[in-house]
């Protein structure tokens, strides 16, 4: 005598799996465990661009060097403070002439980006208003992050555990049973927020002017404080219900 086939809305379970939904001796509860905390910026990532623009490419180049060195060494004398330097894209255009049938070039414009992080937000205040300060330089930032390894991503995941586990046990108590053992914990990670720009400068000094003859005051930055969410599903077997 052969086993009758399955119909077809239902899934045939291999022999000795539990079902997904436990028994009426040891119910399944699953839930939801969810973490939001706040905490302060570790770090923060400025992006400068030097500019330059000749009638030849030479000069174009020798002034576009000049520049870029001038911000590297600038946010070199940092030390400590700068985690992280780095350069991004360069680029030299020929600008054509607008009229006339022939192409002829009239000017190079020349480009580079560097990217800073910094872990010291008062050295990031004066850095930003000296690297504005400087000849064609764009200074575009901050944007507050946290580091991948940050604490704050460990706290939030642990609380979202502990929330999953106290919420099953509120529903088992309210069904006059217990839980029993964890089945199954599912986690869909820590999501730091998007960075989000605080502050821009375009072409120079970003802040109150400088005063003459003096060096721009330091621009006062209020970090950005950083919301970090963790989410868990949790499955768990509870004993019999007292219903």
Do not use: C
């Amino acid at each position: 005598m052969t086993d009758p086939a399955p119909l077809p809305h239902e899934t045939p379970q291999p022999y000795g799996t539990p079902l997904p939904y436990g028994t009426p001796d040891t119910p399944r509860l699953a839930v939801r465990g969810e973490a939001r905390i706040e905490v302060d910026p570790e770090i923060a990532r400025i992006t400068v661009t030097t500019s330059a623009r000749g009638t030849d490419r030479n000069t174009a180049l020798t002034d576009l060097t000049h520049r870029n060195n001038q911000a590297l060494t600038l946010i070199k004398s940092y030390g400590e403070a700068v985690e992280r330097l780095e350069t991004g894209t360069f680029s030299i255009t020929p600008q054509l002439t607008e009229k006339g049938r022939h192409e002829r070039i009239r000017a190079y414009h020349g480009r580079v980006t560097l990217t800073a992080t910094l872990n010291d937000f008062t050295a990031l205040g004066e850095l930003t208003t000296r690297l504005g300060d400087l000849d064609l330089t764009h200074v575009n930032g901050p944007w507050w992050s946290l580091r991948p390894d940050s604490p704050a991503h460990r706290t939030a995941r642990t609380h979202a555990v502990r929330e999953a586990v106290q919420r099953a046990r509120e529903y088992a108590e309210a069904l006059g049973a217990r839980l029993d053992a964890l089945v199954e914990l599912a986690d869909l990670g820590a999501e730091p927020p998007a960075p989000a720009p605080a502050m821009r400068s375009y072409g120079g000094f970003a802040g109150p002017p400088p005063e003459p003859g003096g060096a721009p005051p330091a621009l006062d930055l209020e970090p950005q404080r950083q919301t970090v969410h963790a989410h868990v599903n949790a499955r768990f077997t509870m004993t019999r219900p007292a219903l």
